[in-house]
């Protein structure tokens, strides 16, 4: 049964609530009319409301504490659905397979302004990827993510519209650009942990915004640079819709390239030092690692994808202005990072089509959507604190021993 | 007696006005047991914290010989990875496992710094990193027997039992391959049984090759264990020599039992 005391609670959480929310849900001014309106019956939705959502809230938390109070053998056979998917081989081939013709095949099948929203989910599933690296895999905290992003946008506007470079030609060193601006960001922050670090590369990101804003002769300020060419195809004339199908091709393959290559550096020795160093510093130092180097790597491995999509972002958009790179945007990478798993692959890649294509299909309720992106937030912390699809642990297979046998996992 | 393959010399470790060590002189010879005692805040773990590169020291030397190749390397004011690299490893007191990651892996960080591996064989993963990767599998999961671990590969390392996850620690000191294996504690906390385990293998890992220092406060293992014995108070070394030395030592019973013991 559920116990009084939570009810009670419950009751006091609702009342808190209706309490709170009275000022904006009840009383509303008219200053033209010099009138107040008193809607008490919201007052009453409120109250319901939150009381219904706790009591839900505390039955889950009590189920789920009671699951886990169980024996733990029971633990491996309720490993979540997807974890085993992704763990056979039998079933993700096959799957990914299907993910891969769907994703080729989404031009033909769809409008170009679906096309156009896909494309710029699969831009965040980059960005989210590459953050990963920085937040989930190597544990720093890097809140102004969105300054390499900026800086792959404006090289690719800046080298276009004074030297008239290709596409193709800045692509890799928007990468780099950003990649080596990592490194200088880097360096400061090294002993940084947590919080500090959290608040240096904020008011880093804040830097970037506010030189592109301000030095008007470097970057056009706030007016922005206009008429980026789009990305070349061997020199072909193409129509408008051409363009955004084929855009949306490069970035796929992108995330292809990103996905590769993030999985492969997470399955490697720097990617397992990256993980002892979020765990503990003093004891990888101990064990041999280099700190500095590490860390290093892991920013400006993270950085580089950000100034990829920068770059693309430019081509796409073929405007750039310091607005496109505020640090609400980094907050949505992270968000991306944070809700679809910290470290794991599929959990960053559903986060940012989660993310970035729930808003452009609610835009009917469009005024509530930073509230609803808040709650979801919140929500999925309480419930699910280790992201939507949270990293599968790989294991190891090991020479046969000639007295053992070979454990498998 | 063969040479010694760490020589400390005058080492000294302010903190503002405070001396946590003062002047200690110390040398370990290849394939030694040494253990170094004292009571609570003597200065051991301070001085095991300057000898890793956690601190630098303020005054003195710290001298590291390779007992093969007979290369001398001073390590004052080198960083931990460093030194760690130079063959001397160390297991911490309150115990620094990497939670969330299995026992393998644990043991995989270790070997970090004898490979080589970097981005691009990360990346195209070619023939020589396949190697280099089923190598430090191998060879940890080798390691992991030689402690008694290898049932528990997979296993996060915060669900270990306590005694299991000291083994870890020391399992992924070896991975490193030190010559010389710096021990902060390995008995605490530890039952009669597990003790007994731990003592057989620390000998076993002596008898590989590997010279170790350790602090400790069981003095039953201290005792069967060492070949000599240092013991400090105050942060200064108030004696040295063979457990049966030390114990009959009357400034290391004054240090252990006060001033007034025979009052």
Known sequence: ?409 | MSEAILNVKGLTKNFGGIKAIDNVDLDIKLGEIVALIGPNGAGKTTFFNCLTGIYTPSAGDITLCHPESGKETRLNGMKPNKITEEGMARTFQNIRLFPTMSVLENVMIGRHCRTKSFIPGAIFRGPATRREEEEIVNVSYEILEKVGLEKQVNEEARNLPYGAQRRLEIARALATEPFLLLLDEPAAGMNPNETEALVGLIRKICKEGHSILLIEHDMKLVMSLSDRIFVMDYGRKIAKGTPEEVRSNPAVIKAYLGEDVDA
């Not at chain 1, 799957?95 to 031009?107: I, N, Y």
């Not at chain 1, 800045?170 to 947590?194: K, N």
């Not at chain 1, 920013?299 to 950000?306: D, E, I, K, P, Y």
């Open chain 1, 1 to 409: 049964m559920f116990p009084v005391k939570e009810l009670k609670r419950s009751l006091l959480i609702s009342l808190w609530f209706a309490f709170l929310t009275f000022p904006i849900m009840v009383i509303k001014v008219d200053p033209i009319e010099r009138t107040v309106i008193w809607r008490w019956d919201n007052l009453f939705f409120v109250a319901l409301g939150s009381f219904v959502i706790s009591i839900l809230a505390k039955v889950y938390l009590l189920r789920k504490e009671r699951r886990a109070g169980r024996k733990k053998v029971k633990k491996e056979l309720t490993e979540p659905f997807v974890q085993r998917i992704l763990r056979e081989p039998r079933f993700l081939f096959p799957l990914s397979f299907a993910v891969l013709t769907f994703a080729l095949l989404f031009p033909a099948l769809f409008s170009t302004y679906q096309t156009n929203i896909m494309t710029t989910a699969l831009m965040y599933v980059v960005l989210g990827l590459g953050l990963n690296i920085v937040v989930g895999v190597a544990g720093l905290l890097d809140l102004g993510y969105v300054a390499f992003y900026a800086v792959g946008a404006y090289s690719y506007a800046l080298l276009n519209m004074h030297f008239g470079m290709g596409f193709w030609a800045v692509l890799p060193i928007g990468g780099l650009l950003a990649a080596i601006l990592g490194i200088l960001l880097g360096f400061p922050v090294l002993r940084l942990r947590g919080d500090y670090l959290a608040i240096v590369t904020l008011g880093f990101g804040e830097i970037i915004r506010l030189i592109l804003e301000n030095w008007n002769t470097f970057s056009q300020g706030p007016s922005g640079i206009a008429n980026i060419a789009r990305p070349g195809f061997f020199g072909m004339q193409m129509s408008f819709d051409a363009g955004i199908t084929y855009i949306y091709y490069i970035v796929v393959a992108l995330v292809i390239f990103t996905i590769f290559v993030v999985n492969r550096l997470q399955d490697s020795r720097l990617g397992r030092a990256w993980l002892a160093l979020r765990e503990d510093e003093i004891a990888c130092e101990a064990m041999g690692i280099d700190r500095t180097k590490t860390k290093l790597i892991a920013f400006s491995l993270g950085a580089f994808w950000a100034g990829l999509v920068g770059v693309i972002f430019a081509a796409k958009t073929t405007f750039v202005n310091p607005a496109s790179f505020t640090f609400l945007e980094s907050a949505i990478i992270l968000s991306i990072v944070v809700l679809g798993g910290m470290g794991s692959i599929v959990g960053v890649i559903f986060g940012a089509l989660i993310l970035i294509l729930m808003p452009e299909y609610l835009r009917a309720l469009s005024e509530y959507r930073m509230l609803a992106f808040g709650g979801i937030l919140v929500v999925m912390m309480v419930f699910k604190p280790n992201g939507i699809i949270s990293n599968v642990r790989r294991s190891y297979r090991f020479k046969k021993h000639p007295s053992k046998e070979v454990i498998e996992p």
